[in-house]
């Protein structure tokens, strides 16, 4: 996660690890495999003004190593209002 490495290789199927167990800032919960399938909570920073897919994310699940694409950070900024002629 942002760059750094985690092995959670040795954690065996039904294990869990509490978040607490890492020197990862952005793990919120326990890290559990299930299926074979990692599943970890993580944080998701974001402004004041993000929209609510981010503030309240559907479950993002990845296949492969790489980036990841999060939803947007804050909302657009909206269209400057028209002035009214007096």
């Not at 509490?18 to 919960?29: E, Q």
């Not at 990841?68 to 909206?78: G, H, K, M, R």
Request: some cysteine; overall charge negative.
């Amino acid at each position: 996660m942002n760059a750094v490495p985690y092995d959670f290789g040795p954690l065996a199927e039904g294990d869990t690890l509490p978040a607490s167990a890492t020197d990862c800032v952005w793990l919120t919960g326990t890290v559990t495999r299930l299926g074979g399938t990692l599943r970890i909570a993580l944080i998701l920073p974001h402004g004041a003004g993000a929209p609510p897919q981010t503030r309240f994310p559907s479950p993002i699940i990845l296949t492969a190593a790489g980036p990841v694409e999060l939803p947007p950070a804050a909302s657009p900024p909206l269209p400057p209002t028209p002035e009214v002629p007096e």
